[in-house]
């Protein structure tokens, strides 16, 4: 069985699996689509109460939770929509323009 | 067990046979009666195979496509128009590798409408990436659907199939046909078991993913890999079949042609008409041949120049037009196949037939003449004409 985690762009076609099919759950883990965004959300942790809104609203399940607590960004998957910069009541996010991570 | 059906009873017997696990199923003449026969052998509980009655044939082949990567068997019959419909999806089902079986029972696509035989819906599809083979007969009907499953479910192959008749010659036509008992179609086809399939809850399973540019190619490579596998896989399967029945299938058949100087190469029920014109001739010391192509997809090209090597003048006949203003599909193929014969015989296409014309053995005996004309003059004259349409211009 071919896994996706030792599938990348050098793979052979003779590699490869028939109709690209992925015989596990959860591969878009190691797929990086953080490289489309635009603008990027930067975390403020003293400001933030761990009220959880960002998480449920984010569409890229890019926020990631431990313990109860959110933790910074999972800047892999983040498109940048600002999405969890409208939903927090707290200054505990702000946007930057641009993709990259400062 | 002989009976007489026509050919579209024959591929529902088939089906019924057979007992696939879904048949996505949407009526359109002339191949309504295969849905048709198939719902009383759900009803009379002659089978337990899940009915899905859709909305277009969009939608049976969604259900086909869903159903076989679920790992289920699924079936599904459509002409024309319907296969028109269904032609995003005939690309799904075989770039996704899924070894569904349709029964194309082939009639013009339009337009004019027109509900007749010629091959312009399945020649529409013949770069989806399916397996093709075409019937003769009622019985060739019947014989490819059984080989079908055993073809396209192979591991290295897993590719889906499109199993074509005749529309109203053969599929309404009542012809003696010899079936196979149930148990013996059964044991044929043998249990589908897929090494991937959706419901395989061990084993989570994502079909037919986004591919992007660094990853598709490679696909289609694999692809079309299979597509080469699939020659040697119908063979082998055509030597299993004639063991349980008797009957013999190659890529395609070759009629008169140990000798032939003069041959014709065309598909299906036409052949009939043929064989009658080449036994004619034949009669008159001619030396005619015919090759039936049976398999247009994967295309026998390597075997048809050893098929046509010793002839001295070859007529393709296309029931298709294929507006390439330079020839019909099948003459495209064969013509190309010839390039690397150091020898090559002179080849003319013929388009004829279309929207259900009719041909007869006259008009066939009227190509071989052009034929030995060809031969005798070395003079081809017009490289692809037409047959059978009235005109103020006389030509054979």
């Known amino acids: 069985m071919i896994y996706a985690k030792d599938i990348n762009e050098h793979t052979p076609w003779q590699d490869l699996t028939p109709g690209g099919e992925i015989y596990e759950p959860g591969t878009a883990r190691l797929f990086n689509t953080g490289s489309w965004r635009t603008n990027t959300p930067v975390f403020h942790e003293e400001a933030c109460k761990h009220c959880m809104l960002c998480v449920p609203f984010c569409p890229d399940n890019a926020i990631p939770v431990r313990d109860g607590k959110r933790l910074d960004f999972d800047y892999m998957h983040c498109k940048g929509c600002g999405i969890c910069e409208e939903v927090c009541p707290f200054p505990a996010i702000t946007m930057v323009s641009g993709g990259a991570v400062k | ?396």
């Open chain 2, 1 to 396: 067990m002989s009976h007489r059906l026509s050919g579209n009873e024959a591929v529902a017997y088939a089906m019924k046979q057979i007992n696939p696990d879904v048949m996505g199923a949407f009526p359109i003449t002339p191949s309504t009666e295969i849905p048709e026969y198939f719902a009383q052998y759900v009803a009379n509980g002659e089978v337990n195979t899940e009915y899905v009655a859709v909305e277009s044939e969009h939608s049976s082949m969604s259900v086909c496509i869903a159903a076989q990567a679920a790992g289920a068997r699924a079936v599904c019959a459509t002409s024309s128009c319907g296969l028109a419909l269904m032609y995003e999806l005939l690309y799904v089902a075989a770039s996704c590798r899924l070894p569904i079986t349709l029964a194309c029972v082939n009639r013009a696509l339009s337009g004019p409408i027109n509900i007749n035989h010629d091959y312009s819906d399945s020649m529409g599809g013949r770069d989806a990436g399916w397996i093709q083979i075409y019937a003769e007969n009622n019985q060739e009907a019947y014989d490819n659907f059984i080989m079908a499953m055993p073809i396209g479910e192979h591991p290295g192959v897993r590719l889906p199939v499109m199993t074509c008749m005749d529309g109203f010659i053969t599929s309404h036509a009542v012809e003696n046909i010899e079936l196979l008992e149930t148990d013996v179609v059964r044991r044929f086809i043998g249990e589908y078991n897929p090494e991937h399939y959706l419901l395989k809850k061990e084993n989570p399973l994502a079909v037919g993913p986004y591919d992007l540019s660094p990853y598709y190619m490679e696909h289609k490579v694999l692809q079309a890999e299979a597509m080469k596998v699939a020659r040697t896989r119908i063979l082998e399967v055509a030597t299993k079949f004639e063991k349980i029945s008797g009957r013999s299938y190659g890529l395609f058949e070759e009629y008169r042609m140990e000798d032939a100087e003069l041959a014709l190469v065309l598909m299906g029920s036409t052949a009939g008409t043929a064989k009658a014109a080449v036994n004619k001739l034949r009669e008159d010391g001619v030396k005619a041949g015919l090759v039936k192509i049976r398999v247009f997809r994967p295309f026998p090209g390597e075997e048809l120049v050893r098929a046509l090597a010793g002839t001295r003048a070859v007529a393709v006949m296309d029931k298709s037009e294929g507006f390439s203003g330079g020839g019909g599909p099948l003459f495209a193929e064969t013509r190309s196949a010839l390039y690397d014969l150091k020898e090559r015989p002179y080849m003319i296409d013929i388009v004829y037939g279309l929207g259900g014309r009719d041909v007869k053995v006259e008009d066939i005996e009227k190509v071989f003449g052009r034929l030995a004309d060809i031969a005798m003059t070395g003079e081809i004259g017009p490289l692809y004409t037409h047959m059978g349409q009235r005109s103020k211009e006389e030509r054979a």
